[in-house]
């Protein structure tokens, strides 16, 4: 199935921020990033990955990861895979996972992002709902071979076009992606200009046997972005440890973009072990600040009293869900901690307080930054529906599709 034939999401007003944030796209983000920032250092992958994917851990400035994503977006092209086409993404915490995201961007395709831990039943469902033309993988993660598990996935899934993946030792099906050269791209020299009403990023929710995947144009995932950098005013010279490879709009919203805009390092953590948050801490410089999920918090805690290598943080991000009722430990760090809170990726909203619970979430949310939006926008309505789960309205609200080319209001 082409990008053409996918059903349009329905019109809700959603389509760009107010000047002059409207100009703002993924791609013209890395560009302009690396003509500001050329020689510093934006992406650094932990330092043990050679032990649990077999590959050499990367440092890209923010030059490097520019070419890097344009690369692969020319390797896409010369596949195949063409503006309009949605591809799904199961990566760990590495360099290659933003490289993907943002490459894929640039050729005009949507990333759809999804944990490579979950099981390859719900993986299939996440790659049939929405039409995905390509799996992009890699060939280990410790003890996982998700490229493997995208193999299975294609066999099954009729739009499945290609399965390509990084690392070494790939099954038979599965297209190599490293050791190409500039003579082997077929790139597209007239891509279409990305504007902001475009798709800009596809994850996942899984409810019992559900799949729901959440759709959010290029102004949605900016609004987000704006919003926890508004909240979390990362420094220039504060580097992101990030624990959360990009799997969900919270992820991606302040683990790749935030930093992307504010030209800071990211230096990130693989499959989570104290000992390598430790030593990603260690090399981060002075106060980094700490992207983590909330439920990290009781574990900091109990690190923080017995490990000098965790006193050093300058401040947290705490992605929350419904029901991470965790005020008490937060309020026990010694440094700020910012929730963002992730309504099971169907908005997720930065409170200028930590909550209480969900009830402190419901009503009308304004953007921080009032001049990203136009008059006319709200930004976020939450309220609780009849089975107590969240609905959110409004700008930041994703389209839900439950099932394959059907495009629904998000709710």
Known sequence: MSGSDHPSPPDFARNALAEPWNLLTVSGLATSAAAANPERLFLRDCASREDW????????????????????????????????????ILMPNVAEAAITIVGCLMAGITPAIAPVEENIDTLRAACERISAAAI??????????????????AARAISVRLVAAFGHKLPDGVISLDGWSEQDLDANP?????????????????????????????????????????????????????????????????GLLMPLFQGTTIDLVGPFTAARLRNALRRAGEKPALLAPASFLPLLRESLLREKGLA??????????????LVEAASEFPFPVVPVFDLNERAIVAPEAMPMGLADLMG???????????????????????????????????DVVARAGAVSEAA
């Open 136 to 153: 992009i993988t890699t060939g280990r993660l410790e003890e996982l071979r998700p490229a493997e598990i995208a193999r299975q996935i």
């Open 190 to 254: 007239n891509r279409p200009v990305r504007r902001q009403e475009a798709e800009g990023l596809i994850t996942f929710s899984f409810h019992a046997k559900a799949v729901l995947a959440h759709i959010r144009t290029e102004a949605q995932v900016f609004a987000d972005a704006l919003a926890v950098a508004t909240r979390h005013k990362l420094g220039r010279e504060q580097n992101l440890v990030s624990t959360m490879h990009a799997t969900g709009s919270a992820a991606f919203a302040a």
């Open 53 to 88: 994917d077999g590959n050499l851990p990367r440092q890209l400035s923010f030059a490097d990861f520019h070419r890097e994503a344009e690369f692969f977006a020319g390797q896409l092209e010369t596949l195949g895979i063409v503006a309009g086409d949605r591809a799904l």
């Open 312 to 325: 050093g943080l300058g401040s947290l991000v705490a992605v929350m869900r419904p029901g991470m009722e």
């Open 364 to 398: 009308s949310h304004q953007h921080p930054m009032e001049a990203v939006l136009t008059e006319d926008q709200p930004y976020l309505m939450i309220s609780e529906g009849d089975d107590g789960v969240a609905r959110a309205f409004g700008f930041a609200a994703s």
